[in-house]
């Protein structure tokens, strides 16, 4: 960070070939969005560099990196809000799709993850960004703790209630 | 234990992060509650759901990419605030000689005065009103992102 504080290129470029993917999958999983998700994780990268002189020495990259992702997204969904009719169709957006691997028709694979994605879309951000970092990126709680500044048990507790907010907004469910 | 901390530990219990000791005392519990025991299936089962499903792929010319146009917007927002800088310091210098050598020149005819600050006035308010529209558009266009 010292380095990239200091105006290096080389080291900006390690920085984001270490973390762009996971920055875009973090976002998409937010937002919803490819187009935007891939425009944060980009703004994300620029704030970093801006303020690298902030960094506190010692302290770990990726919480930091992480907040600064996840309030990006907020603004962005704040935007999208604010508008009379958001101009992005959330159910057009095909940001999850169910494996090729499991044994239905593309049909019914294509149902159930539009359906899926309706009903993630509908969970308030919280609810959202705790389905996304267990369900999808498979971290621990540990993980996800150290990333949200929580403690364990209120990971716990809120994965209990997103996900029955989650399987209630789920017809197969109820 | 409540029944509340219970259900709360149903989520920790499907993927694996108790203890020994809190598994099976919530396993224990688990047998004489049949409403958690129907919480604990249909959250298995949407586990299974999204355990199903992954991430829509990136074609891999978008990551090949990414540096580069991280970079362009880089440089295009360090070339915006020299431009804002530039034009920020050239139009108080502007505006500082107009007033010190025109409108506090006695010599210049009063009329001329006039003239120019009634421009300069109209101008000013057409720019306003330019902005508040393009921004009230960009905010409330139901269709811009359909391309014309």
């Known amino acids: 960070m010292a380095k990239i504080a200091g105006g290096d290129k080389s080291a900006m470029r390690i920085l984001v070939d270490r973390y762009k993917e996971k920055a875009y999958y973090l976002a998409l999983g937010m937002v919803g969005n490819s187009d935007e998700a891939y425009d944060i994780s980009q703004d994300a990268f620029i704030r970093v560099f801006k303020s690298a002189g902030k960094f506190v ?40 799709l169910v494996d090729e691997a499991t044994p239905e028709s593309t049909v019914m694979r294509e149902e159930r993850a539009a359906e899926v994605r309706r009903a993630i879309m509908k969970l308030s951000f919280e609810d959202r960004e705790i389905i996304m970092l ?15 500044k929580i403690p364990k ?8 209630y997103a996900r029955k907010k989650l399987a209630g907004l789920l017809d197969e469910f109820n | ?13 499907i993927d694996g992060e108790l203890s020994p000791e809190e598994n099976t005392e919530f396993e224990n519990y688990l047998k004489s509650d049949p409403e958690l025991q129907k919480e604990l299936e249909t959250f298995r089962k949407l586990k299974e759901v999204t355990g199903a499903m992954k991430y829509a ?13 991280l970079y362009r917007k880089l440089e295009r927002g360090l070339g915006w605030i020299f431009l804002s800088i530039g034009v920020i310091i050239f139009v108080a210098f502007a505006c ?35 902005i508040r529209e393009r921004v009230f558009a960009s905010t409330h266009d139901r269709y811009d992102e359909v391309q014309r």
């Open chain 1, 134 to 148: 267990k369900h999808f990126r498979d971290m621990s709680y540990d993980e996800i703790a150290t990333l949200l």
């Open chain 2, 57 to 69: 792929d990136v074609p891999e010319v978008v990551w090949e990419n990414y540096w580069a146009s």
């Open chain 2, 1 to 13: 234990m409540t029944e509340k901390n219970y259900k709360i530990m149903l989520s920790g219990y």
């Open chain 1, 153 to 160: 048990g209120t990971v716990m507790s809120r994965l209990y």
């Open chain 1, 57 to 96: 020495p010692g302290s770990r990259f990726f919480p930091w990196f992480y907040s600064i992702i996840s309030n990006l997204c907020k603004d962005t969904l704040a935007r999208r809000m604010k508008k009379e009719a958001p101009n992005i169709n959330i159910d057009d957006c095909e940001f999850l």
């Open chain 2, 96 to 130: 500082y000689h107009l007033v010190q050598d025109f409108f506090l020149d006695t010599g210049q005819p009063i009329i001329l005065k006039i003239a120019l600050a009634c421009g300069i006035l109209g101008v000013i308010i057409l720019m306003v009103s330019i």
